[in-house]
């Protein structure tokens, strides 16, 4: 039999490893041949570890690819930010003016000399820190976007856990009712052979277990599709494993003014204030457009012979400073202020619609576990032990003749959709803990 095969890479490397082996080192074939073995075997054992939620979350924030495309969109704006509040850099002019182009040379006419400049702009007002607050702004918004990420990366994954959990629960319910009904469609046969039993009976239980298969089929599908969900956040590999035997114990949530109170440091919520604040320094720096921008020119012209009276001519030295002037502004700069100020006012009206939201969801969501908390009490204090009952007292009345077969079938169809609906009950209020969990940053 072949030796359990590792990785691709794993194998890569065992290969050439072993490609430089003599016949003398057998010794060291096999040792590398052992470790071959137990990378594999230890590599399987792992994929049949349980799955739990926790360590499903974990595997999913770690390296999440769009929680690094935020974090680094984050600190990119954040190096902006750094050079948006430096100064232009200055400008070095070299040129020949004045040159004679008739006859003559460089030396011949008085106003020819080569020019050295050196030219510094400085932007309007404090355009360099209001840039610089904008986007720092940005940077927090990006780096709260990216929290915000966590804990929808987290969120979907412990929903698609539950899901699998629900439709592999289920499944094992109506696998384990299947054989029963199996063994109970093999007793009414043989009790229709000996005329104790009609054939209608036999029908019967012969529908119902073709539709438990037909059950199982589709809880199959469910299953595939929600395993497929959970690999979008932890891998194929991880995905396949079996789930934790036991259920998250989410069984308290802190009270709803808490909750509601915590809604401010929502990620989101912070990420709209950077916005906020971002198109708050959008207004300022339109208002700095309204300022002249500056620019300081100093030039050194070099020049060469002499004059009449045999004295070398003089160097120049120039100064020059220049400024804009904002004369014209009413279809520029006060177009500006008005787009920064429509910005700023759309920015805080998305606040608002969000926090609304936020908290309409949050309501929502606590109301819904309030009320699956109870339908599990009822369900586990009455309606599934009182399903048990009634399909054992249905099964005695039949063996006795007191009921017929249609009974026992109603009794046990019951108590297996009951046991099914106590299972969605648990994973709908472990969902909608997850969901006031991301709300609520706990």
Do not use: C
């Not at 990785?7 to 041949?33: D, E, R, V």
């Not at 073995?37 to 770690?62: D, G, K």
């Not at 309007?124 to 709260?144: H, P």
Request: glycine share 6%; proline share 4%; hydrophobic share 40%.
């Amino acid at each position: 039999m072949p030796y359990p095969q590792g990785t691709a890479s794993h194998n890569k490397l065992f290969q050439s490893a072993t490609a430089s082996l003599t016949p003398w080192s057998g010794s060291m074939y096999l040792l590398l041949l052992f470790a071959s073995v137990f990378y594999s075997i230890s590599t399987r054992a792992a994929e049949a570890v349980p799955l739990s939620t926790n360590e499903a979350e974990a595997i999913a924030v770690a390296d999440e690819p769009g929680f690094q495309a935020l974090a680094e969109s984050a600190a990119a704006v954040m190096e902006q930010s750094v050079a948006a509040g430096q100064l232009p850099d200055p400008q070095i002019g070299l040129g020949l003016q004045n040159y004679p182009i008739q006859r003559g040379g460089f030396t011949t006419e008085g106003m020819s000399q080569a020019v050295i400049g050196l030219r510094q702009a400085f932007p309007r007002g404090d355009t360099r820190k209001l840039k610089t607050r904008q986007l720092e702004s940005l940077s927090s918004g990006l780096t709260a976007d990216a929290e915000d990420r966590v804990r929808q990366v987290v969120l979907a994954t412990r929903r698609a856990w539950l899901g699998v959990y629900y439709w592999e629960f289920s499944r094992k319910l109506v696998f384990d009712s299947h054989a029963y009904f199996s063994d109970l469609l093999t007793i009414t046969r043989s009790l229709y052979a000996v005329g104790s039993r009609d054939r209608q009976d036999v029908l019967r239980a012969e529908i119902e277990l073709s539709r438990l298969d037909d059950r199982l089929i589709e809880i199959d599908r469910q299953i595939k599709d929600h395993r497929a969900r959970l690999a979008q956040w932890i891998g194929d590999t991880h995905a396949a494993r079996p789930l934790d035997t036991d259920l998250p114990g989410w069984n308290h949530v802190p009270n709803l003014a808490d909750l509601v109170m915590q809604l401010d440091s929502h990620p989101a919520l912070l990420a709209a204030d950077a916005q906020i604040a971002a198109s708050q320094s959008g207004v300022a720096l339109a208002k700095e457009r309204y300022k002249p921008a500056w620019g300081l020119e100093a030039k050194l012209g070099l020049r060469g012979g002499e004059l009449v009276n045999g004295t070398p001519r003089s160097d120049f030295a120039s100064l020059m400073l220049t400024f804009d002037l904002p004369l014209f502004h009413k279809n520029r700069q006060d177009k500006i202020l008005a787009s920064a100020r429509h910005q700023k006012q759309s920015s805080l009206a998305a606040k608002t619609k969000l926090a609304r939201s936020l908290r309409q969801e949050l309501e929502s969501e606590y109301a819904l576990w309030t009320e699956l908390s109870r339908r599990i009490s009822v369900y586990q204090e009455r309606i599934v032990p009182q399903s048990a009952e009634l399909s054992a007292a249905a099964l005695a009345a039949y063996q006795t003749d007191a009921a017929d077969f249609a009974d026992v079938m109603r009794a046990y169809i019951y108590e297996l959709d009951t046991r099914i609906e106590q299972t969605k009950l648990q994973t709908d209020r472990l969902r909608s803990y997850a969901v006031i969990a991301a709300l609520g940053g706990f």
